[in-house]
Every structure is written in C-alpha cells, then in structure tokens.
C-alpha cells in the first residue's frame, strides 16, 4: 500500500489548485492529510469552514479515499465538517486491509490557537483509535502534533517541541508507520526504535510525503512540488 501525506495548508488555496495536477503523476493508494486546513486569519467574506471545503474538495479530485486529522488551527466547525463527511481518523480508528489507521490532531503551542488539546486528551484519543484498530496487521500512527525529541519535532531555534505522548505511544504500541507534521521546518524522515516516521512540511511551499508499504516494511520521502 502506498500514501500520499500532505498538510500545513493554512488556507492557501491558490498554490492547493496548482499543485493538484503534479500530485496526479504519483502512484498512491490512500491520501493522509494531516491538518492545518485553515488559519486563525482568513480571507474577507470566507470562514474557516468555507476554505476548508474547498481544500476538500480539491484533494478529492485525486480521486483516492482520504484520511484527515484536524490541526491546531481548525476550529470546531472545521473538526465537524470532516467529521460529517467521512474522512475524519481523530480519535478513531480504521482498518483498510491489512492497515490499521489512527490517529489524534491538534496540537499545544505559546499562540491560544484554536485546537490545542492536553497531554491527557491525546493519550486517551489515541487508546481509542488503536483499539478500533486492534484486529489489524500493521498499525499507522497519525498524529498533527510530532513525536518529542526526534528530528520531526525540532524549530529552528533548535528547541525539540513535540509531543511525550506521542513518542510514548510509538515506544509501547510499536506500529510501522508514524506520521506528524505542525513543525515544518523538520519535514523528512526519522526511525524511532522499528517505526518509521515522516513529517510531510507544509504543502504551500510545494513539500509532501509518499510513502511505500509492503509485508511491514516502510520506505518514505518527502518531495518538493517546485522542483
């Protein structure tokens, strides 16, 4: 199985438009977007759900299912909109042969943003996906916040600011794949123990992650559109 992993939108729909065609010459199967449709400012006349819907509706034109965590910046509306549409893996999840997907969005910061949920609330909202995942061959850990202290989590600063629960998880629960992203800046890849990880940057800058799947064994990258 092949994906697709994009995210860190922030509203752009302009370059989303433009790079829909070039995404259209990669072999995937399911496409993993990892939040962050939105920003807290949006254009005059247009609400976060509004620009959201569009961003959808673009990268439904690939025509591969879509699995979608919320970011820090997507507010309640638009956690309700890809929730009522079906692509929502947030505290669920799904199992799609052998492959077992779940995942937690959002993720804490200094600026308030719209969706920054505890430490505790990640722990239990991933405990939930996994179960419902539990019958599955391989797990797929989907998660907007990255795992602390690995190269997915690091600003330029050079400050590690990811999440403990999250790189705890991957330690105990083990799945073969772990996909972040809210950091873009430390887009690539990583290993952590036997999972692979992969932050796929910010899509408006033309960066995106493929990743291949097969009898366990991962192999990733993160490309750029512009080159």
């Given at each position: 199985m092949n994906l697709l992993v994009m995210g860190d939108s922030h509203g752009?729909?302009?370059n989303m438009i433009n790079y829909m065609e070039k995404l259209e010459n990669f072999k995937y199967d399911i496409i993993i977007y990892m939040g962050d449709f939105t920003d807290i400012e949006t254009p005059r006349g247009f609400n976060q759900k509004d620009i959201t819907s569009i961003l959808i509706e673009e990268i439904k034109s690939l025509g591969k299912p879509i699995l979608a965590v919320p970011g820090n910046n997507d507010n309640k509306e638009v956690r309700k909109l890809i929730e009522d549409i079906g692509i929502?893996?947030?505290?669920?999840?799904?199992?799609?042969?052998?492959?077992?997907f779940y995942g937690f969005g959002g993720a804490k910061t200094p600026f308030m943003t719209p969706?920054?949920?505890?430490?505790?609330?990640?722990?239990?909202?991933?405990e939930k996906g996994y179960k419902e995942t539990f019958?599955?061959?391989?797990?797929?850990?989907?998660?907007?916040?990255p795992p602390y202290n690995t190269k997915m989590d690091v600003i330029r600063a050079g400050a590690h600011v990811g999440s403990n629960v999250v790189r705890k998880f991957i330690e105990n629960k083990k799945p073969i794949l772990s996909l972040s992203a809210h950091?873009?800046?430390?887009?690539?890849v990583d290993v952590l123990g036997k999972t692979f990880l992969l932050n796929p940057g910010k899509l408006p800058e033309g960066y995106f992650g493929l990743v291949e799947m097969k009898d366990g064994k991962v192999?990733?990258?993160?490309?750029n559109l512009c080159e």
């Open positions: 752009d729909i302009e929502n893996i947030h505290g669920k999840g799904r199992v799609i042969g052998d492959y077992g969706f920054e949920p505890t430490e505790d609330e990640l722990k239990r909202g991933l019958s599955s061959k391989y797990k797929i850990q989907i998660t907007h916040n950091i873009h800046e430390a887009r690539g192999k990733g990258r993160v490309l």
